[in-house]
């Protein structure tokens, strides 16, 4: 029971890159604890709180021990620690909002399985986080002030700004836990490796032409939506047209959302991932012959 759980939580770690490698696991855990050991209990609370509720509903084993059941409530563990200062709420919104992700992401899978739907991605953990986001003056939680960065727009700059980009998809910025975590995807899979090291570059690079907020840019916030496209499109697809697609379709996804006043998590990387796969879907349909 010990041994499956903690592989089911490597797994779920490393399925946030979507991805199934307890090695790759053990990277983002060791990124987070080099760059933010506070942000590591939150991440291991909400993973493993996800994890219990899928064991205790009887979920199937195989989704389990893969991680499907743990990268949601990973994510918003440290969502609540990254956007919030501690108070004795926050594991408690960790341990609820990570069980009702793993019941929320069954109903998906399930869906999608009976009905050929599309992939739920990160879907509970978006919808969820917007929900504690918004609450946060109702229950009177703390944003949490992270501290100015002095950053650089030459080229060591800009190489640690594809790595912020890849560490932005836990929250992170720092290049290190961004080269960790390119370790780690690296021991799973050197094509994952290399297109989310083109996806956090790409983002950058159309951030800078654009004229978008400079320091963002160089923090890696145009890059992480487009490293999980990236890396989900390059897995089901076998020519390079879908992701590359997918990061454009996110990147030009992404400013609609602080637009809207909403902030966009994971929201882009999953629309633009719906996009592609529902285009290609439609494209292998046969049209049926005109009616006479």
């Known amino acids: 029971m010990t041994r499956t759980l903690s592989q089911a939580l490597l797994n779920g770690c490393s399925q946030i890159f979507l991805q ?30 996800s994890l219990l ?3 205790r ?15 949601n409530g990973t994510l918003l563990g440290l969502l609540l620690g990254a956007h919030f200062a501690w108070s004795p709420l926050l594991p408690l919104l ?8 793993s019941l929320l992401l069954h109903h998906l899978l399930k869906l999608a399985r009976r009905s050929g739907g599309l992939p739920a991605y990160t879907l509970p953990f978006v919808l969820l986080g917007w929900l504690l986001l918004a609450l946060d003056g ?8 992270a501290p100015a960065t002095a950053l650089q727009a030459d080229s060591a700059g800009l190489a640690a700004a594809v790595l912020r980009g890849i560490a932005q998809v836990l ?45 963002s840019a160089l923090l890696g916030l ?19 047209w879908a992701p590359l697609t997918g990061i454009l379709l996110t990147l030009l996804l992404q400013p609609c959302f602080p637009a809207l006043g909403t902030p966009p998590l994971t929201a882009p990387f999953i629309l633009a991932c719906w996009l592609v796969l529902a285009s290609s879907r439609s494209a292998r349909q046969p049209v049926p012959p005109p009616q006479t």
Not at 57 to 71: I, S, V
Not at 138 to 145: D, T, V
Request: hydrophobic share 55%; aromatic share 8%; proline share 5%.
């Open 20 to 49: 199934r490698s307890p090695a790759c696991g053990a990277l983002v855990l060791l990124a987070l604890l080099l760059s933010s050991p506070q942000l590591l209990g939150h991440a291991l609370l909400g993973g493993l709180a």
């Open 53 to 55: 509720v899928a064991l």
């Open 57 to 71: 509903r009887g979920y199937p084993g195989a989704e389990t021990e893969a991680g499907l059941y743990g990268y």
């Open 94 to 101: 960790a341990l609820t909002t990570a069980g009702l992700s």
């Open 138 to 145: 109702p229950l009177e939680l703390e944003r949490s002030i």
């Open 171 to 215: 929250f992170l910025d720092d290049p290190l836990a961004g080269a960790c975590l390119l370790l780690g995807l690296l021991l799973a899979d050197w094509r994952a490796a290399a297109w989310a090291a083109g996806a956090s570059l790409a983002g950058l690079a159309l951030a800078l032409f654009q004229g978008w907020p400079q320091d």
């Open 222 to 240: 145009y890059g992480y939506n487009a490293v999980l496209a990236a890396l989900a499109l390059g897995q089901s697809h076998r020519w390079p």
